[in-house]
């Protein structure tokens, strides 16, 4: 499974994220330490399963990691704050400018050449994310203002961990930097537990916690940093613009929501501007092999 596949996958599962956490009424630090709590102890039982206990040991990349873990926490808090405080298209639209920041970082800490096709699949994808945010772009106030600062700090935070996570992905294994990343997330968000006190969890609450946990954030996370691995972190971005794409279907699949035809063109541009990377990409590395 190619790296691209799999950052799709990935992309995919955390687009469904919506509709769960729509059913899930908790308070953003309380839901957000649930999920990242479940994820740890999903991966240390993998790691327990497949006899990997060994890859824990990872010397002083344990700092970097650690760091990565609490700007984690940071990422999702930021996120799930922007949705409550703005529109959902603010949050969409300045939360997936993020790729372009991937894009211009990259080159600077990863010695990665910005290329042209990079550049041109940024734009589609941010059109696309335009025409998907469309119908609520310009409900915008003064009171949308903490929400807006919310999402530059989510989109600032995923530009950063994308840089951290990419030479960290080649030297190790992804099962110690999930546990350890998920683990600090635990760690930093713990103390919500002593800050809110005015809510209830039921069995069913607790088991789609479990979900988001397990699926949305172990699972995913591994297909994305495996995928990382492969693929020039410039390249990332285009494919997490399938989040966004896949969070409009499924709530027009399970929550009724059926989306406008500006919606249907953006999600279109996004998927467009992932086959035409994966295309010149693929045309590329073939050219090279005949070259050799």
């Known amino acids: 499974m190619s790296g691209y596949v799999r950052i799709a996958i990935a992309a995919v599962i955390w687009g ?15 839901l957000t330490l649930y999920r990242v709590f479940f994820a740890a102890v999903a991966i240390f039982i993998y790691i327990i399963a497949k006899r990997k206990l060994g890859t824990l040991a990872v010397g002083k990349n344990i700092y970097r990691i650690v760091f990565m873990g609490a700007l984690l926490a940071v990422n999702w808090l930021a996120f799930f704050y922007s949705i409550k405080l ?34 041109i699949t940024l734009i589609i994808s941010l059109i696309g994310a335009v025409c ?16 807006i600062m919310w999402a530059f700090i989510s989109s600032i935070t995923y530009a950063v961990l994308v840089i951290l996570a990419k030479p960290l992905t080649e030297r190790l294994s992804v099962l110690p930097i999930l546990f350890y990343e998920e683990l600090t997330c635990t760690v930093v968000l713990t103390p919500s537990l002593f800050l809110y ?58 929550l009724g929501e059926i989306p406008p035809i500006t919606t249907l063109i953006g999600g279109a541009l996004i998927i467009i501007s992932g086959v ?15 070259a050799e």
Do not use: C, M
């Open 16 to 30: 469904s994220i919506g509709v769960i956490a729509r059913t899930i009424n908790l308070p953003v630090p309380i």
């Open 86 to 119: 703005t529109s959902v298209a603010n949050t969409v639209l300045l939360t997936y400018t993020a790729p372009i920041y991937v894009a211009i970082l990259a080159p600077l800490f990863l010695k990665e050449r910005l290329e042209r096709i990079t550049i």
């Open 132 to 147: 998907i945010a469309s119908p609520s772009l310009f409900h915008f106030g003064v009171s949308d203002i903490p929400g």
């Open 197 to 254: 006190h005015d809510y209830t969890i039921s069995g069913a609450t607790l088991a789609l916690l479990a979900l988001l946990g397990v699926v949305h954030t172990a699972l995913a996370a591994a297909f994305y940093l495996t995928g990382l691995r492969d693929v020039k972190a410039q390249h990332v971005g285009i494919f997490t613009y399938l989040d966004p794409v896949s969070a409009v279907i499924f709530a027009a699949a399970f």
């Open 276 to 290: 035409l990377l994966i295309w010149v990409t693929s045309q590329r590395i073939n050219a090279e092999i005949v």
